[in-house]
C-alpha cells in the first residue's frame, strides 16, 4: 500500500522561498564593485546545486510513483488517447519516441510523443506524464495565449542560442582588450531572449499540468490515491522549469551588470 503524507509546502511557497534566497544572493554578487568571473562561478555552482538536487528529487518522485500501478490497467497511451478524445481532439496522434524524459507536443505535426516507458506503462507516473503532454494539445486547440507566445519565440531563441556563446566570448575579449562593451551588449540582449523564453514557459507547464489533473479528477480515470501521486509527480516536473528560469536569469544579470561596470581588469 502507498501512503501520502499531506504537504503544506505547496508551489507557491516554493517558489516564493526559492526568489527570497534568489534575490539575495544576487543582491550580494551584483553589489560588488569590481564584477569577476568567481562571481559567474558562485552563480554557475549555486544553479547547478540547486538544480541536481531537484532532477534527483524528480527522479525518485517518477519512480516510486512508477510502482503505483493504475487500478483501471491503462497505459500511457490509452491515457493520452482518452483524455484528447474527451475533450474533443482528433486530429492528433500519440505516438511512441526513444529516450527517458523524451515526452513533449509537437504542435506542428500534431502528436504527443511520449518516452517509451510513459507510453507502454500502466502507473501513476505514466498517466500524469501522458495527461500532462496532452495539455498542451488542449493548449493549442483552444488557443492559449501563453503557448502563442512561446512558439512565436521559438525561431528567434534558436537564433539566440547559436549565436549567443560566440559573440558572449568575442564580447568578453573586446572588452578586456580595449573596453568596448558594444559586442557584450549584443550578447546580453540575446541572452535577454532566450531568458525571457524560460519564463513564459513557466504558465505554459503549470497550465498544462493543471488541465491534466482536472481532466484525470473528473474523468474519473484515476483512483484518488493514484491522482495525489500523479499531483506530486507533476510538481515536482514544474520545479526543474522553475529553477531554470531563475538561473538564467542570474546569469542575465550577471552579464548585464557588467555593462554598468568598469573595463575588466
Known sequence: MFLFKKNKDNGK???LKLWHNFSFACSKIFKSKEHKMGGYYLIFGVIFVVSLIVQNKLKAKFAFYSQLHLQNGMSGKEIAEKMLYDNGIRNVQVISVPGQLTDHYNPVDKTVNLSEEVYMQRNAAA????????????QHQVGYAA???????VPLVNVSSKLLNIILIAGFLVMASSGNKTLLAVAVVLFGITTLFTFITLPVEYDASNRALAWLEKSGTVTKQEQEGAKDALKWAART???AALGSL??????????????RN
Open 13 to 15: 511557497n516554493f517558489i
Open 147 to 153: 503557448l502563442k507566445l512561446r512558439s512565436s519565440l
Open 250 to 263: 542570474a546569469q542575465f544579470l550577471y552579464f548585464a551588470s557588467m555593462l554598468n561596470g568598469g573595463r
Open 127 to 138: 498517466a500524469a506524464v501522458a495527461a500532462h503532454e496532452c495539455g498542451h494539445a488542449v
Open 241 to 243: 522549469y522553475v529553477v
